[in-house]
């Protein structure tokens, strides 16, 4: 692909400006305002992506200053792992600007488009390794009104709408410049891509005023307990159940005594350090309400289920006198932290020495198991609700699965407490809101030292805590009473669901007819040099002879 003389300017000053107006506007973004600078930072990749001076090496960069930016506070947790985050996840954009350069020149702009959606979307989803945050449409979750595109084809289309109005504004402007393209096209270009983005977004608005008009009237209290510390961290004379008794105890005993008690009341992941079987869930156990005077009121917290030699993180709920209501199991798993990449694709041998390795480098190796689905559960009042564990919340698949089932309220309880504070607080409150708006319902988040926050079906904040990263000196603790959405299902329902893995078959296809073009065209080259070295040779022979 060619490219316009403006785009051959020193390209690694373009990348790093790129990666900076990226990493400016994710959540938290830097300065008030600062979030719109995405649409700034996907039109500076374009650019570096259309140059003539490696695109490749230069996308890369861009990729690597955003992708360290927003994943800083992982070092916290393992500096290697923070490292792969960073190299690793530059790859996928060079992955979208490869596939833009496959493309014919007059189709770059709605290539990158659609290239840099199926990136975001590959580092989300890819096995093993999935690492959904970071994500353009995350910027601009404080303004759900502009997110509602989300709505109508989740996060790969809000995420695509975003880089084809990016891309052709730059088209656009190299037309007014260069006058390459011409006016005419880049015109054209810019309106459609603008065109779809409002219409994305107003068909989206209107599902998502249906949504959180129609039985706003009907109302579930939940109560949120924050611990503020992180369960590893120990507090200086102090046994567990002290703390447990200050932490979680007697923050929930003043909800229940306050008022109207809540229908919900949630502690966040990792509450309490258990690890029964399915065997010993199913038996009369008092205990698990700790002597709460719950009433009619159920308690949510996180534990773990033992099931064949692993644990799988679980949210457990009881009622009154330790009634065993139910659970839900964590369906996606940290990597690194709950369990170790690729392990399991190696050779029983060699699998567990590298497991033997880690555990003696690191103290003890991640070995949790994925959950499987359950039902939603009900309130006492007759509201049908699922619960999302941590890291669930940050894709799709499980938030649908629970809404299509019939849950009208979802809740997530999380421990982000190994973050030390820092942006991904804010990156996962941002995938709530998209959460809520793609499923048209509220969500409710409790974690253990922040963010915890109430979302509406409309993608508005309904209510928070302070954000205060562990060690907090007093735990904290909030009622809110949570309008519940009416049923309303997506303007097209399959689309959300495949956007993302159609964006990505396009990008590949893209990219693989370059390449089988490259090696057609370099085959073709090597016949006709090789034919013409036989020609030479046969002129020189008959000239000897």
Known sequence: MSAPAASRAPGWRLALAGGAAL????????LPGAEFLVVVGLALWFVVATASARPLLHSYLLGCVHMAWFAWSVRHVLWPAYVAIVVVGGLYFVFATAATRAAPRRWAACMFAIASAASFWLRAEMPEICFPHGQPCHDLWQWPALLASVRVGGEPLANALLAGVAATAVQLWRSWRLADPAWRVARR?????????????????????????GDAAR??????????????????????REVFEQRWLQPTQE????????????????????????????RPRPSRSFGLPLGRALLIYGTNLRRDDHPTPI?????QGGELIGWHEKQRLVPGGEFLPFLDWLPDSVNAAVYRLFQQAMGSAPD?????????????????????TCYDNAFPAPARAQVEAGARLLCVISNEAWYR??????????????????????????????????VGADGKLLGHLPLRPAPQALPQKMVIDVPLAAAAQA????????????????????????LISWARLKTSRTATQAAAGAGVRSRSSASGS
């Open 421 to 454: 504070g820092g942006g991904e607080l804010t990156q996962l409150v941002a995938m709530t809101v998209c959460r809520a708006l793609e499923n048209a319902v509220p969500v409710v988040r409790c974690t253990m030292d922040g963010w915890s926050a109430a």
């Open 315 to 319: 949210a457990l709920v009881v009622g």
């Open 23 to 30: 990493a400016v506007a994710s959540p938290p973004a830097l």
């Open 219 to 240: 109302q579930v209290r939940v109560g949120v307990v924050e611990p503020g510390l992180h369960p590893f961290d120990p507090l200086p004379g102090a046994s567990y």
């Open 255 to 282: 909800l229940l005594a306050a008022g109207a008690p809540p229908d919900l009341i949630l502690w966040p992941e990792s509450s309490v350090p258990d690890e029964p079987t399915e065997e010993q869930l199913q």
């Open 189 to 213: 270009e810019l309106l459609i891509a603008f065109g779809a983005a409002v219409l994305a977004t107003a068909v989206g608005n209107v599902w998502r005023g249906r949504a959180a008009t």
């Open 368 to 388: 949790c198991a994925p959950g499987r689905f359950r039902p939603p559960l009900t309130t006492r009042s007759g509201v049908p609700f699922g619960v999302l």
């Open 491 to 514: 303007p097209v329902p399959w689309l959300p669901a495949v956007t993302g893995p159609a964006a990505a078959l396009l990008a590949g296809l893209a990219l693989l007819h370059s």
